[in-house]
């Protein structure tokens, strides 16, 4: 099969024929129709985190595709189920965070395009008990962002513990950021967004984003805190830890702040301001099979849609550049196959 594979950390991926994988027992053998390109991606081809993939691997984990052979056991997916190989490729089933619907928390979890090969090809295995169901009527192209970008920002909404009417900034309008806004507006909250790019933000706003601000030219703390008195929380999806530096500052009082964007290093946090302000600080990863459920049933019921530029698998270096310099509006998505 063709699959674009990662042999060195910082170089371009290299594009060739891998043998296709066989199904172990319990996985599925998926013929991928789309795969989007999220930043982590760049983030796992450049080793940037701490725990790096081992080498040589097939990055990406917003691939879509119809299940083409069943595994040893396979019982609850069939041939030609349309399926999605997340982030959340399985974890163990088995410890308290799995038994207690957290399997996010799983200390054994497998991750999609990282830990084991992903969706940068004509086909991948996966757990069947844990690929994402893709809805009817949601087109592999539109699904894919949704498998990652759409249910990180989603959840991370869900535990950022404000309320229909409340405020929250999304901290970057990138792939996450762009369908943040998205669910925020579904669920009743008004967004103010921050980005460095202007036609990021006007995006932003064309996808109801009530205020915008250019950190690159505004100080958005200042900006926050002057038009709406700080916001209940802040979702911050961006690649930059000046951005991670200014999130906080643009809560009110008793706000909460949710960290999905990963760049490496670390950022300093003032314990005055978060003590006297009684502040939350917390981190966010993907999202469970349940929040996977209910973020693709938003878009498959037209309430969330990516803003989506079509590239072949060709083009997987040039769109990881893209990511790299910022140049990148909304997701790209490799249509690896045609349906
Ligand atoms: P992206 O490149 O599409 O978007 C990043 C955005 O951040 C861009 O719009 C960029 O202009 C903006 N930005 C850069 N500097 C900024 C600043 N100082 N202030 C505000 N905005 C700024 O990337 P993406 O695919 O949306 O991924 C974003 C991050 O989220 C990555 O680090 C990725 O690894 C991480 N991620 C985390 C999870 C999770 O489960 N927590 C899931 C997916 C992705
Ligand atoms: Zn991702
Ligand atoms: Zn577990």
Redesign the pocket.
């Known amino acids: 099969m063709k699959a674009a594979l990662a042999t060195k950390f910082g170089k371009p991926l290299i594009i060739g024929e891998v043998p296709t994988p066989e199904p172990a027992e319990g996985e599925v053998l998926i013929r991928i129709e789309a795969c989007g390109v999220?930043?982590?991606d760049v983030?796992a081809v450049d080793g940037d985190w701490p725990v790096k993939p081992g080498l040589p691997f097939i990055p990406g984990h917003e691939g879509i595709g119809r299940v083409v052979s069943l595994g040893k056991g396979v019982k609850s997916i069939a041939v030609g189920d349309r399926v999605g190989v997340p982030?959340l490729l399985d974890a163990c089933g088995l410890c308290d965070y799995c038994l207690t619907s957290r399997e996010t928390l799983c200390g054994h979890a497998r991750y999609g395009g990282y830990s084991a090969n992903g969706g940068f090809a004509e086909f991948c295995t996966a757990p069947a008990a844990y690929v994402a169901r893709i809805p009817q009527g949601l087109d592999p192209l539109h699904a894919g962002p949704i498998i990652?970008?759409g249910v990180?920002t989603y959840k991370g909404l869900k535990v950022a513990d404000c309320h229909p009417g409340e405020w929250v900034v999304i901290?970057?309008?990138?792939?996450?950021?762009h369908l943040a806004i998205q669910y925020a507006r579904v669920m009743g909250l008004q967004v103010a967004v921050?980005?460095?790019?202007e036609d990021?933000l006007a995006l932003a706003r064309s996808l109801g984003a009530s205020l915008t601000v250019n950190?690159s030219v505004d100080d958005p703390v200042k900006f926050m805190q002057d038009m709406i008195g700080g916001a209940h929380a802040v979702l911050v999806?961006?690649?930059?830890t000046?951005?991670f530096s200014q999130a906080t500052g643009m809560l009110r009082r008793g706000g909460t702040c949710v960290l999905?964007?990963?760049?490496s290093g670390s950022f300093p946090i003032s314990i005055f301001d978060t003590v006297l302000r009684c502040l939350t600080v917390r981190g966010?990863?993907?999202g469970t099979r349940a929040d996977m459920r209910e973020a693709l049933a938003f878009a498959a019921a037209g309430k969330v849609r990516p803003a989506i530029e079509i590239m072949e698998l060709e083009d997987v270096n040039t769109v990881m550049d893209r990511?790299r310099h910022?140049t990148?509006k909304g997701r790209a998505v490799l249509r690896i196959a045609h349906y």
């Open positions: 999220c930043h982590t983030h982030w990652c970008a990180t901290s970057g309008a990138g792939g996450l950021g921050v980005d460095v790019a990021k950190a999806t961006a690649v930059s000046d951005a999905t964007g990963l760049p966010s990863l993907v990511l910022g990148l």
